[in-house]
C-alpha cells in the first residue's frame, strides 16, 4: 500500500476513507499489523478530532484537506504539519495503549513489571498500570512507517511524531489508593494512568505554539564543503529538544483563501466574541478571526426554543417550559462597500 493511502487511511480513520483502505491494507499490509489496524485508525482519528477541538477558534481550524495536503504537498513543512503528525501520532500510542490495559489484545496488558516495588516514601508500586511502551511501539511501527524519505522534511515528520509519543508519556500521572486499618491510608498503592486525551491535546497545543523553526537553508558554500548543506532537524536539534515540536516553513497567514495552498480563509467563520468567561484562547477570537484579516464582524441574531422555567415535582419528574430565547452570533464578513 502507497504511504498516502495509508495516510489518508490513518487520519481519516473510520470516516470514509476506511471502507476502501482497511481493505487494501489488509490484503497487502504485513501480517504483524492486522491485529491493531482497526485501533490504529480510530487512535489517528481521535487525533484529528483532538486537532479539530483544540483550534476550533484559531484561523486555521483543523480543516480535513490539511490532512492530505501535509502529505501531498510540497509546500507543507509548516507548524501546522508539526501539529497533525505529534497529535496523530499521540493518538494511536494513547488508543493502542488504553486497549493494552482494557485487554483487548492477547500480547499485552498492564505494565506491572515494578510492582511491588517501593516507589516512595509511604508508598509502594501496584496495580495497572498503562503500558505505554507497547502503544510507544505500535505507534512507531505504523506512524513513522509512513516516512520514506531522508530529507529534512521526513526527518521533520519524525521528530514531530517522536515529540506526540513523548507527550504521551510527559502527562501521564500517578494515581494511588490508599490501604491500612479502616482506611487510615498508611500504605499506598500507586499506578501510572494516562492523562485525559484532552489534557494531552492542551500539552500538545502549548507545543504548536512555541515550536521551533528548524533552520535548513543551503549554509554558505565552503571550501571543501560541496555537500548539500541541509541540516536535519534530528540532527540539529540537542535532545533536550526532542520533545518540542519543529517545523521547516512559516504558515501562510490563513487569512484569504487560496486553493493552491488548501487554504479555506476566514470568510464566513463563526467567531467567539470575548465574554468576560471565555477562555484565553477565545478571548481574542472574533479580532483574530475577522479585524487582523480585514474582515468585520457580522452579528447574527436568531431564536430558539430552550427549556425554561423547570420545576421538580414529586416524585419523580422535571417540567419545563418551552421558551424563545435570543441568541447571538458572530461572523467574519466582507467589509461593505
Ligand atoms: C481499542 O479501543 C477503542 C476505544 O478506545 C475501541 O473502540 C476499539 O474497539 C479497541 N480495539 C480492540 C481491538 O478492542
Ligand atoms: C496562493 O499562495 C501561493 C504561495 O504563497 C501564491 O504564490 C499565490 O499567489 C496564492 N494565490 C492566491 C490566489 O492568492
Same mark, same amino acid.
Given at each position: 500500500?502507497?504511504?498516502?493511502?495509508?495516510?489518508?487511511?490513518?487520519?481519516?480513520?473510520?470516516?470514509?476513507?476506511?471502507?476502501?483502505?482497511?481493505?487494501?491494507?489488509?490484503?497487502?499490509?504485513?501480517?504483524?499489523?492486522?491485529?491493531?489496524?482497526?485501533?490504529?485508525?480510530? +487512535?489517528?482519528?481521535?487525533?484529528?478530532?483532538?486537532?479539530?477541538?483544540?483550534?476550533?477558534? $484559531?484561523?486555521?481550524?483543523?480543516?480535513?484537506?490539511?490532512?492530505?495536503?501535509?502529505?501531498?504537498?510540497?509546500?507543507?513543512?509548516?507548524? $501546522?504539519?508539526? #501539529?497533525?503528525?505529534?497529535?496523530?501520532?499521540?493518538?494511536?500510542?494513547?488508543?493502542?495503549?488504553?486497549?493494552?490495559?482494557?485487554?483487548?489484545?492477547?500480547?499485552?496488558?498492564? &505494565? =506491572?513489571?515494578?510492582?511491588?516495588?517501593?516507589?516512595?516514601?509511604?508508598?509502594?508500586?501496584?496495580?495497572?498500570? &498503562?503500558?505505554?511502551?507497547?502503544?510507544?511501539?505500535?505507534?512507531?511501527? #505504523?506512524?513513522?512507517?509512513?516516512?520514506?524519505?531522508? &530529507?529534512?522534511?521526513?526527518?521533520?515528520?519524525?521528530?514531530?511524531?517522536?515529540?506526540?509519543?513523548?507527550?504521551?508519556?510527559?502527562?501521564?500521572?500517578?494515581?494511588?489508593?490508599?490501604?491500612?486499618?479502616?482506611?487510615?491510608?498508611?500504605?499506598?498503592?500507586?499506578?501510572?494512568?494516562?492523562?485525559? #486525551?484532552? $489534557?494531552?491535546?492542551?500539552?500538545?497545543?502549548?507545543?504548536?505554539?512555541?515550536?521551533?523553526?528548524?533552520?535548513?537553508?543551503?549554509?554558505?558554500?565552503?571550501? +571543501?564543503?560541496?555537500? &548539500?548543506?541541509?541540516?536535519?532537524?534530528?540532527?540539529?536539534?540537542?535532545?533536550?529538544?526532542?520533545?518540542?515540536?519543529? #517545523?521547516?516553513?512559516?504558515?501562510?497567514?490563513?487569512?484569504?483563501?487560496?486553493?493552491?495552498?488548501?487554504?479555506?480563509?476566514?470568510?464566513?467563520?463563526?467567531?467567539?466574541?470575548?465574554?468576560?468567561?471565555?477562555?484565553?484562547?477565545?478571548?481574542?477570537?472574533?479580532?483574530?478571526?475577522?479585524?487582523?484579516?480585514?474582515?468585520?464582524?457580522?452579528?447574527?441574531?436568531? =431564536?430558539?426554543?430552550?427549556?425554561?422555567?423547570?420545576?421538580?415535582?414529586?416524585?419523580?419528574?422535571?417540567?419545563?417550559?418551552?421558551?424563545?430565547?435570543?441568541?447571538?452570533?458572530?461572523?467574519?464578513?466582507?467589509?461593505?462597500?
Amino acid at each position: 500500500m502507497q504511504a498516502p493511502q495509508l495516510f489518508t487511511f490513518l487520519t481519516l480513520g473510520v470516516c470514509y476513507a476506511a471502507a476502501w483502505s482497511v481493505s487494501n491494507f489488509l490484503m497487502t499490509g504485513p501480517k504483524a499489523y492486522l491485529t491493531y489496524t482497526t485501533s490504529v485508525a480510530l +487512535g489517528a482519528q481521535s487525533g484529528i478530532e483532538e486537532c479539530k477541538f483544540q483550534f476550533a477558534w $484559531e484561523r486555521w481550524n483543523c480543516p480535513e484537506n490539511a490532512l492530505q495536503i501535509s502529505t501531498h504537498s510540497r509546500l507543507s513543512a509548516t507548524r $501546522e504539519t508539526s #501539529f497533525i503528525h505529534a497529535i496523530s501520532s499521540a493518538g494511536v500510542m494513547y488508543t493502542i495503549t488504553k486497549n493494552c490495559s482494557m485487554g483487548d489484545f492477547e500480547n499485552c496488558g498492564c &505494565d =506491572e513489571s515494578v510492582n511491588g516495588k517501593t516507589g516512595g516514601h509511604g508508598w509502594i508500586w501496584g496495580g495497572c498500570s &498503562d503500558n505505554v511502551d507497547f502503544g510507544e511501539r505500535i505507534s512507531k511501527l #505504523f506512524v513513522d512507517g509512513l516516512e520514506k524519505g531522508k &530529507d529534512a522534511r521526513a526527518l521533520m515528520n519524525l521528530h514531530n511524531n517522536k515529540a506526540g509519543r513523548l507527550a504521551v508519556r510527559a502527562t501521564m500521572k500517578r494515581t494511588c489508593k490508599c490501604h491500612g486499618i479502616s482506611g487510615s491510608c498508611s500504605v499506598q498503592t500507586c499506578w501510572l494512568q494516562l492523562a485525559d #486525551f484532552r $489534557e494531552m491535546g492542551r500539552y500538545l497545543k502549548a507545543k504548536y505554539d512555541r515550536a521551533l523553526k528548524m533552520e535548513t537553508g543551503e549554509r554558505p558554500a565552503r571550501a +571543501g564543503n560541496s555537500a &548539500d548543506g541541509r541540516r536535519a532537524p534530528a540532527e540539529a536539534l540537542p535532545a533536550r529538544l526532542e520533545t518540542e515540536l519543529v #517545523f521547516l516553513e512559516e504558515s501562510p497567514d490563513f487569512c484569504a483563501r487560496n486553493a493552491s495552498l488548501g487554504v479555506l480563509g476566514t470568510e464566513g467563520r463563526e467567531c467567539l466574541q470575548g465574554g468576560r468567561e471565555a477562555a484565553q484562547g477565545e478571548r481574542r477570537g472574533c479580532r483574530r478571526l475577522c479585524g487582523d484579516c480585514g474582515l468585520r464582524v457580522e452579528e447574527r441574531r436568531s =431564536e430558539v426554543l430552550a427549556s425554561c422555567n423547570c420545576r421538580f415535582q414529586w416524585c419523580c419528574v422535571v417540567r419545563c417550559d418551552q421558551c424563545r430565547q435570543a441568541v447571538t452570533k458572530h461572523y467574519c464578513a466582507r467589509p461593505r462597500g
